[in-house]
């Protein structure tokens, strides 16, 4: 069965009484040329256990599954299972789960699941939760080596965003702290039912073995790169004031003793700078 003509998908939507649902998201892959290269992009091979989130009815689970040890895909629509059924049908390393990836247990399921094998992160992701996922993925601490994931071109740009450069944001900041992205290779809108309305990227996470920049508190640290971003045209200083309910002369000291401009814009703070101020912040609070 080719997942990816459109006859098919239209045969297995009758067939289970399914209609693709845009509140999830639901955009599948169509392109055969697609699902290999973003496994190739992925760098996985037998010895891998594959995390997948939204397999949708499977078109890249059939590709992971070919190549990997073993795959877990998490699905949140229930209409999906038995649609994957039929589709997987062939393949028994594939485990499929219904649930909510944003409530999932990872750490709890890489351990049973994965234990001994080395873990890559693998999908197309739901674009409307691209940001939560990915900063729950990294958050969690998953044991995983790569998170190798295809989101809208723009959020890629935004996750592989140098900090300190224009198109960096609070999230491209947690990205450089546990990881090194790169953009792989964009996909356009026709390789997708239905086309969205956007292009599309694959972005590749390899993790660190140890996080960018050493902090002494990882919460107050990342409580202060998203209150400097969450006045988007604000100084940085007016930004983290408001949101981290500090009277302004305090974090215009901190900032100084960082060495940093009064006047600096969050997207011109690196790592290393963010650093500095959390700790001149600990010294003047
Ligand atoms: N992997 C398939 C493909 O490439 O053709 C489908 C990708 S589609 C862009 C996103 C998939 O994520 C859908 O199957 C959707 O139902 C699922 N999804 C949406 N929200 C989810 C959530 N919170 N947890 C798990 N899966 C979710």
């Not at 409530?103 to 197309?124: H, Q, R, S, T, Y």
């Not at 300190?164 to 944001?169: C, V």
Request: charged share 20%; proline share 8%; with cysteine.
């Amino acid at each position: 069965m080719e997942l990816t003509d459109l006859a098919t998908i239209r045969t297995l939507c009758e067939k289970y009484d399914f209609a693709l649902s845009k509140g999830f998201g639901q955009n599948f892959i169509v392109n055969p040329g697609v699902p290999p290269k973003i496994v190739d992009a992925a760098g996985i091979d037998r010895s891998f256990g594959v995390l997948e989130i939204g397999p949708g009815i499977g078109v890249l689970t059939k590709e992971i599954a070919k190549r990997a040890g073993k795959v877990v895909a998490i699905e949140v629509d229930k209409r999906l299972p038995p649609v994957l059924e039929e589709t997987l049908a062939g393949f028994d390393n594939v485990k499929i789960i219904l649930q909510d990836v944003l409530k999932a247990d990872l750490p709890a399921l890489m351990a049973e699941e994965f234990a001994g094998m080395p873990v890559a992160v693998c999908a197309n992701l739901p674009y409307y939760i691209t940001s939560p996922i990915i900063m729950k993925l990294l958050e969690d601490r998953l044991p995983v080596q790569n998170i190798t994931v295809m989101v809208q071109k723009e959020a890629a740009e935004r996750l592989a965003a140098q900090p300190g450069t224009r198109e960096s944001g609070a999230v491209s900041c947690a990205v450089r702290y546990y990881a090194e992205p790169r953009v792989m290779f964009t996909v356009q809108a026709g390789s997708f039912y239905p086309a969205p309305k956007v292009t599309s990227a694959v972005v590749r996470l390899d993790i660190r073995p140890t996080p960018a920049v050493p902090v002494p508190d990882e919460r107050a640290y990342f409580a202060l790169v998203r209150a400097a971003f969450g006045q988007r045209r604000k100084t940085a200083a007016n930004a983290i004031a408001a949101g981290l309910g500090l009277p302004r002369p305090q974090v215009a000291e901190a900032l100084a003793a960082a060495g940093l401009d009064a006047r600096v814009r969050p997207e011109q703070l690196t790592l290393a700078d963010f650093a500095a101020l959390d700790a001149a912040l600990r010294a003047v609070r």
